[in-house]
């Protein structure tokens, strides 16, 4: 029994080994233009998934989806947001189409199933190894929750915060003359 043991301890010792080996010589592809492992991927959307879960639990939006706030909301996402997510006409900028992890044109695929304070923590923390910046130092908490609010709703504005949203530019970059 003893050897049956001793040879499980070294056949992983063998397989961290190698593991490390691996990383020194860069055998993990690192590069922005190559497409991440269905491991590497199920391995990074579990933990995402287990920490939002965690860190939003009790977790409410402290202000009221009025008019005003839902604008402030749209001007936000205009200023910081729209260059990697999109605008009204979800057009991709040239910005977010260099992105490794694509990042998702909200007026195409929108985020109004997630709740307010997942969003929120998402603009207040980013998303290790992709292109989603934390925001928390440098963003009043009130502006992401007012953003993560006009998320929530995109599919269902007032007809004036609509008419606000429709004024962003499109985040694509104009055609090279």
Same mark, same amino acid.
């Given at each position: ?9 070294f ?9 490390? &080996?691996?990383?020194? =010589?860069?055998?993990?592809?690192? +590069?922005?233009?190559?497409? #991440?492992? %269905? ?17 939003t ?6 202000l ?18 729209a260059?990697?997510?999109?605008? &009204?006409?979800?057009? =991709?900028s040239?910005?977010?189409? +260099?992105?490794?992890?694509? #990042?998702? %044109? ?8 997630d ?14 190894f ?7 130092s440098?963003?009043?908490a ?10 929530k709703?995109m599919d269902t504005l007032?007809?004036g ?7 962003v530019?499109?985040?694509a ?5």
């Amino acid at each position: 029994m003893r050897g049956f043991v001793n040879g499980i301890v070294f056949t992983v010792a063998l397989l961290a080994a190698a593991a490390y &080996v691996g990383v020194l =010589e860069g055998l993990l592809p690192s +590069g922005a233009d190559v497409k #991440a492992s %269905q491991v590497e991927r199920w391995a990074a959307n579990t933990s995402l998934r287990a920490t939002i879960d965690r860190e939003t639990k009790g977790l409410a939006n402290p202000l009221t989806a009025t008019d005003a706030n839902l604008i402030d909301g749209v001007h936000a996402y205009a200023t910081r947001c729209a260059v990697c997510h999109g605008a &009204v006409d979800g057009a =991709e900028s040239d910005i977010a189409k +260099g992105f490794y992890i694509r #990042a998702p %044109q909200l007026a195409q695929h929108g985020v109004e199933d997630d709740p307010e304070s997942e969003t929120f923590w998402k603009i207040e923390h980013g998303i290790r190894f992709t292109a989603m910046p934390a925001f928390g130092s440098t963003m009043q908490a009130d502006d992401a929750w007012k953003v993560a609010m006009f998320l929530k709703r995109m599919d269902t504005l007032p007809a004036g915060v609509e008419a606000e949203w429709k004024k962003v530019p499109s985040a694509a970059s104009p055609p090279v003359k």
